[in-house]
């Protein structure tokens, strides 16, 4: 996981979180359980700045975004299909970078 896009990976990470309805009708959490770990998300990609990403920080910035799919109440097919549309864009920018140079 070491040798992924991080620009790839952190927008495909952000778009799942900004795609996915609120299905929760309980907005008192929404700050903590979404807004939070977005800020962190954000502000974990501009301190990574051009460093690549290690398996211990990928699995960390999944575990904010699962975290917002909890609070949202986001359906096992959707949280499913994000996570493969993450891993997709991942490998696909990093293969078309490979293919380039």
Same mark, same amino acid.
């Given at each position: 996981?070491?040798?992924?896009?991080?620009?790839? *990976? *952190?927008?495909?990470?952000?778009?799942?979180?900004?795609?996915?309805?609120? #299905?929760?009708?309980?907005?008192?959490?929404?700050?903590?359980?979404?807004?939070?770990?977005?800020?962190?998300?954000?502000? *974990?990609?501009?301190?990574?700045?051009? +460093?690549?990403?290690?398996?211990?920080?990928?699995?960390?910035?999944l575990a904010?975004?699962?975290? &917002? *799919?909890?609070?949202? #109440? &986001?359906?096992?097919?959707? +949280?499913? #299909?994000?996570?493969?549309?993450?891993?997709?864009? &991942?490998?696909? &920018?990093?293969?078309?970078?490979?293919?380039?140079?």
């Amino acid at each position: 996981m070491s040798d992924i896009d991080s620009r790839a *990976f *952190f927008g495909a990470v952000l778009k799942a979180i900004a795609c996915t309805r609120n #299905h929760n009708p309980d907005e008192s959490g929404y700050a903590e359980g979404v807004l939070a770990p977005t800020a962190r998300i954000r502000e *974990f990609e501009k301190e990574l700045g051009d +460093r690549p990403l290690g398996p211990a920080e990928v699995d960390q910035v999944l575990a904010w975004l699962d975290s &917002t *799919f909890r609070t949202k #109440h &986001t359906p096992a097919e959707e +949280r499913e #299909h994000y996570l493969r549309r993450v891993a997709e864009v &991942t490998v696909q &920018t990093r293969t078309q970078a490979a293919v380039a140079a």
